[in-house]
C-alpha cells in the first residue's frame, strides 16, 4: 500500500511544481521557452524519483512497478491539469502571455509521454 501512495504524492508534488512555475513565470515573455525548459527538467527529477520509488522492488520487476508509477503520476495529474486549462480557456484565470498560452498543451503533451516513460526505462535498467 505504500508504494501506491508514494506515487500519488509524487504526481500531485510534481503537479504543484508545474503550477507555481506557471503562476511565477506565465506573464513573462520568455514564459514560452522557460515552460520548454521546466518541461525537460521533469526527466531528471522522475528519474531520481522512480530509483528512489523502485529502491526495494525485486530486479524482475521494476520495469512493471516503473510504468505503474508512471501511470499512477499521469492519472493524479490529468484531471487538475484539466480544470487548470478548463478555467484558463474559460476565465483566463491565471492570465498568460500568448506565447505560454500556445505553449502549454504542447509541452503538457511530452510531460505526459515522460512521466510515462522514464519510471519504465529506469525500472527496465535497474539491476
Known amino acids: ?13 510534481l503537479w504543484g511544481l508545474g503550477m507555481a512555475a506557471l503562476l511565477v513565470l506565465g506573464r513573462a515573455e520568455a514564459g514560452a521557452l522557460l ?4 518541461t525537460l527538467a521533469t526527466v531528471p527529477l522522475l528519474a531520481l524519483a522512480a530509483r528512489f520509488h523502485l529502491r526495494d522492488v ?13 501511470a499512477i503520476v499521469a492519472l493524479v495529474q490529468f484531471p487538475l491539469d484539466a480544470a487548470v486549462l478548463g478555467s484558463i480557456e474559460a ?10 498560452r500556445g505553449t502549454i498543451v504542447p509541452a503538457l503533451i511530452l510531460a505526459y509521454a515522460f512521466m510515462i516513460a522514464v519510471p519504465w526505462w529506469v525500472g527496465s535498467r535497474a539491476r
Open 58 to 70: 525485486p530486479p524482475g520487476e521494476r520495469a512493471h512497478a516503473g510504468l505503474r508509477l508512471g
Open 1 to 13: 500500500m505504500k508504494k501506491p501512495i508514494e506515487a500519488i504524492a509524487l504526481g500531485l508534488g
Open 91 to 100: 476565465r483566463g484565470v491565471p492570465y498568460l502571455s500568448p506565447p505560454v
Open 35 to 38: 515552460a520548454w525548459v521546466a
